[in-house]
């Protein structure tokens, strides 16, 4: 069984640097063409896909926010780590994390999301 | 990387069928035969309805169907049940990016 849960700080203020983790059990991060992905969702708004990492390190980010994102994962430790630097209120958002299967471009396991809020 | 463009809202009785569009282009949508549907229910995490277009995951109900004309993307809920009063996001592959997501469409059983 795929279970995927997402970490981090509640309450962020703007300006700051945003860290989230995405820890999961029931699949490998080294399988082969398997990733983990990170979408969001303001409230009351639609889901917005932010990045994804592959086993292999291949990384894809938002071309809308890719100057301020940074994914990475930690095999061993079965965690993808979310970065998001210069954070705004219009980053205030459920933030979900996703297991990319090995045969298809779908997030067929989701974390339980953790709402951020943005504000000083 | 524009959302996908869904209808706000989708209504229905109870035994009727809808049917949800998603209109992309052809860098997303018209290209690739990746098209997934997404149901949610509020508080709750997203789960997979519809995958590549017209392919269901195990445990997922016949009643929910998927297609593709062009750029246009289709979920049809047949025999709309109380239970399928959520909200429907499609994605798709994107050349620009690996995902794009639909702009959501909430469905109402009357």
């Known amino acids: 069984q795929i279970t995927l849960k997402e970490s981090g700080p509640t309450l962020v203020r703007p300006t700051q640097t945003l860290t989230l983790t995405c820890s999961f059990s029931?699949?490998?991060?080294?399988?082969?063409?398997?990733?983990v992905g990170w979408i969001r969702q303001p409230p009351g708004k639609a889901l917005e896909w932010l990045a994804l990492i592959y086993w292999d390190g291949d990384k894809r980010l938002s071309p809308s926010l890719k100057t301020r994102l940074t994914i990475a994962k930690d095999t061993s430790r079965n965690q993808v780590v979310l970065t998001m630097t210069n954070v705004d209120p219009a980053d205030t958002a459920t933030y979900y994390c996703g297991h990319r299967p090995h045969d298809h471009l779908v997030f067929d396991s989701w974390g339980q999301g953790i709402l951020v809020t943005v504000s000083s | 990387q524009s959302a996908l463009t869904q209808p706000a809202s989708v209504s229905g009785s109870p035994g009727q069928s809808i049917t949800i569009s998603c209109t992309g282009t052809?860098?997303?949508?018209?290209?690739?035969?990746?098209v997934s549907w997404y149901q949610q229910f509020p508080g709750k995490a997203p789960n997979l309805l519809i995958y590549?277009?017209?392919k269901r995951p195990s445990g997922v109900s016949p009643r929910f169907s998927g297609s593709k004309s062009g750029s246009t993307a289709s979920l049809t809920i047949s025999g709309l049940q109380a239970e399928d009063e959520a909200d429907y996001y499609c994605?798709?592959?994107?050349?620009?990016?690996?995902?794009?997501f639909g702009t959501g469409t909430t469905v109402t059983v009357l």
């Open positions: 590549e277009v017209n």
């Open positions: 994605c798709s592959f994107a050349v620009t990016s690996a995902f794009v």
């Open positions: 029931g699949f490998s991060l080294s399988t082969n063409e398997v990733g």
């Open positions: 052809s860098d997303d949508v018209g290209g690739y035969a990746l």
